[in-house]
């Protein structure tokens, strides 16, 4: 058995040039995790912690300062088929249906109407969404519109599927709905998955493991294993989940802090300088 993780990021720095002088923006420093094959790990940290700088990063959009990000053992070096990624926005072209959508990164590889069509079909079932393949995106729920974006990624079989906060912008209860589909998703399919939130209950009820980021520069502080029975009743009111809650808010709850003053600093300076 191969020890090798799936996804791995070593010692991941990004910087970007201040517009108008000599200086640098720390956005990610030394940021190192593995991921095993088959794992859902889910990062929690402050606004402007750097999350979706480091989801550039593993999508292949931009390349680190200074590190390496490995997948299977082989270093990203643009984007590609072996990622799926889903946005807080759905991103589905709105000239096509629901099936057409799955079927777009399916032509990308090639495959032949038929089978693509199959294939779309199969994923419309799997995210609950079988009759559905001839609505347009404007004839969909937010939540239907999601699980479409979940489906187009699926569909091309990536090998890690890379999530940045896809339901932040859905209402609680379908949030909550979305959340259950995922994780049957993930247990049907044994995906890896990298998840980005701000939501600590969200965190805690999807994640195998919770990696807590730092405010600016992100690094990761800490990681929570978490362990709760997700099969019994409202298992987001029981004790262990509570304690969970308790231990992430702890943890953010300074971070957001400095955050907080590293805003207030910043827009002091600012003001001098006026």
């Not at 956005?27 to 794992?39: C, H, K, Q, R």
């Not at 038929?114 to 404007?138: E, I, M, S, T």
């Not at 493991?209 to 019994?232: E, Q, W």
């Amino acid at each position: 058995m191969s020890t090798t993780p799936k996804l791995r990021l070593e010692h991941v720095t990004k910087q970007f040039a201040v517009r108008g002088s000599n200086d640098t923006f720390t956005a990610l420093d030394d940021v190192s995790i593995d991921l095993a094959a088959g794992e859902f790990l889910v990062l929690v940290g402050p606004s402007g912690c750097g999350k979706s700088t480091l989801l550039d990063l593993l999508g292949g959009l931009s390349e680190p300062t200074s590190g390496r990000i490995l997948l299977d053992g082989r270093p990203i070096s643009g984007p590609g088929l072996d990622r799926g990624i889903v946005f807080q926005q759905y991103a589905l072209l709105p000239w096509r249906t629901a099936r057409a959508n799955i079927e777009f990164g399916l032509e990308a590889k090639g495959l032949p109407k038929k089978q693509r069509r199959a294939l779309a079909d199969d994923y419309l079932d799997l995210v609950g969404l079988a009759g559905f393949g001839d609505r347009y995106p404007h004839e969909l729920s937010g939540g239907m519109k999601q699980r479409v974006a979940i489906a187009r990624s699926l569909a091309f079989d990536p090998e890690v599927l890379l999530m940045d906060e896809p339901f932040a912008a859905l209402d609680a209860q379908t949030r909550e709905s979305l959340q259950d589909e995922l994780l049957r998703i993930w247990k049907e399919t044994g995906k890896t998955i990298l998840f980005i939130t701000h939501g600590i209950d969200e965190a805690i009820y999807l994640g195998q493991r919770v990696a807590v980021l730092t405010s600016r520069p992100g690094r990761i502080k800490t990681i929570v294993y978490v362990d709760i029975d997700r099969n019994v009743d409202d298992v987001r009111s029981g004790e262990a989940f509570r304690h969970y809650r308790h231990e992430i808010w702890s943890l953010l709850h300074s971070e957001v802090e400095r955050a907080r003053d590293l805003e207030l600093g910043t827009a002091t300076e600012e003001v001098e300088h006026v």
